[in-house]
């Protein structure tokens, strides 16, 4: 069975501060697909990244970095120098091949405080 | 990205009556879109999995009877909430799966805000 695990409820920073956001996920299947969503307040998830389990670079882009560990079975999200606007509930997601759904974590609500 | 639309964003109805939300990919075309429920402060719960020109997949513990799902176009899905009860009041998202050669991802509609009196 497939598992996403968010552990982090809730983080509260100021901004300008760097945060990681993890992401623990559990499959066997050896071809998978990692996704992060962002929900802010006004409900709609918006896409940031996908990674399929066979490319482990890490990814930049702009303020975002993305660590992608397959030993730890990890996937990581860091914000740099944090910004109001990214006050958010982020969401990591799991997908397996040849499957149509979505297994999400349960989500984390970052709040960044001016 | 691709974008997905739904209709109505927010909708306020009388216990017992049917309500419809759309779903539409506006830029590409999807034969397979996903209905989920959001309850406050919690994560996406998956419903139902809409084919184009098939039946929906439902989730186990999701009355088919009760949501009803229509997919008759490849930019089109419906959910209606048939007879609707206080306890459907909820966050209703759609998503679109787009897939370009070997890369899929599903991109999500804003959601509909469902208020039952």
């Known amino acids: 069975a497939q598992k996403v695990t968010q552990a982090q409820t809730e983080i509260s920073v100021v901004e300008k501060e760097d945060v990681t956001l993890d992401c623990v996920y559990e499959?066997?299947?050896?071809?998978?697909?990692l996704f992060w969503y962002k929900q802010p307040p006004s409900g709609e998830l918006v896409f940031l990244i996908r990674?399929?389990?066979?490319?482990?670079q890490n990814e930049i882009s702009g303020r975002y970095s993305w660590n992608f560990q397959k030993s730890t079975s990890s996937f990581n999200f860091t914000i740099t120098a944090s910004q109001v606007v990214d006050s958010a509930v982020y969401f990591c997601?799991?997908?397996?091949?040849?499957?149509?759904?979505?297994?999400f974590g349960t989500g984390t609500r970052l709040q960044v405080f001016p | 990205g691709a974008v997905v639309s739904q209709h109505p964003s927010r909708v306020i109805c009388k216990s017992g009556t049917s309500v419809k939300i759309e779903c539409r990919s506006l830029?590409?075309?999807?034969?397979?879109m996903f209905w989920y429920r959001q309850f406050p402060k919690k994560s996406l719960m998956l419903m139902a999995t809409?084919?184009?020109?098939?039946?929906?997949?439902?989730e186990q513990g999701v009355e088919k009877d009760k949501f009803l799902i229509n997919h008759a176009s490849l930019t089109l899905s419906t959910l209606t909430v048939t007879s609707a009860h206080p306890e459907d009041s909820s966050f209703y998202i759609c998503?679109?799966?787009?897939?370009?050669?070997?890369?899929?991802?599903?991109?999500f509609g804003p959601g509909t805000r469902l208020l039952v009196l």
């Open positions: 809409s084919n184009e020109g098939s039946k929906a997949t439902y």
């Open positions: 998503s679109a799966r787009e897939r370009l050669a070997d890369q899929e991802t599903q991109y």
């Open positions: 997601a799991l997908s397996v091949e040849n499957t149509d759904k979505l297994i």
């Open positions: 499959t066997r299947d050896t071809t998978y697909y």
């Open positions: 830029d590409f075309q999807a034969t397979t």
């Open positions: 990674r399929n389990s066979f490319d482990e």
